[in-house]
């Protein structure tokens, strides 16, 4: 399928979302809104505003809805930006709760583990032996693809604390200074690896 939509400037843009019913009612503040946020991400928060009609999908047979290039009358821009705005909100709100667990999963990980060892996270022994040893299509265990893994990690972080006990102690790292070279995916896995409470030491 040729895409055949043309370029728009910002005023063009603006003209073609009140030719479709949007009520705009501070024109510069519009423009602005689309000169730093975008045409293309405002348009998922008006779109719940647009008209929808029920088609016949001539793939399946069956009734479907379909959006339309009008809006619901009384449908403002402020309301998309509006949206917008919330949404954003929501998600650095969302973002900080999640770097708090996360930073606190962090530190009760590198806690708990390092009183047992302070190489805990290389030594298969303090993980959980079904997780562990379960075998991946490549032929590694679940353990070593997560070691091999979070080597890399170690190897191209950049913080300067890394620097510096690399340059003072060498490798391997200690567990809380490991742990916190790692991304979250690396947290979670290693996470699921731990022993489940009441397993019994090897």
């Given at each position: ?58 793939n399946t047979g069956k009734l479907a809805t379909k959006a339309v290039n009008e809006f619901q009358p009384g449908t403002q821009f402020v309301d998309a930006v ?30 708990l583990l390092g009183k047992r060892s302070v190489f805990a996270h290389l030594d298969p022994d303090q993980l959980h032996p079904p997780f562990i040893r379960k ?68």
């Amino acid at each position: 399928m040729v895409y055949n939509r043309p370029w728009k400037s910002f005023p063009e843009q603006l003209e073609l979302l009140k030719s479709r019913g949007m009520v705009v009612t501070d024109e510069a503040a519009a423009l602005d809104y689309l000169q730093r946020v975008g045409y293309y991400r405002l348009s998922a928060y008006w779109y719940p505003f647009r008209k929808f009609e029920v088609v016949l999908d001539s793939n399946t047979g069956k009734l479907a809805t379909k959006a339309v290039n009008e809006f619901q009358p009384g449908t403002q821009f402020v309301d998309a930006v509006h949206l917008y705005l919330f949404d954003k909100q929501l998600r650095l709100k969302a973002m900080d709760a999640l770097e708090r667990i996360e930073v606190a999963l962090r530190v009760d990980i590198a806690h708990l583990l390092g009183k047992r060892s302070v190489f805990a996270h290389l030594d298969p022994d303090q993980l959980h032996p079904p997780f562990i040893r379960k075998k991946l299509r490549n032929g590694q265990t679940r353990f070593e693809q997560w070691k091999e893994k979070c080597q890399n990690l170690q190897r191209r972080s950049k913080e300067d604390f890394v620097k510096h006990y690399r340059a003072k102690h060498g490798e391997p790292f200690p567990i809380w200074v490991a742990v916190e070279t790692w991304d979250f995916g690396a947290v979670s896995q290693f996470f699921a690896m731990m022993r489940v409470k009441g397993h019994q030491m090897a």
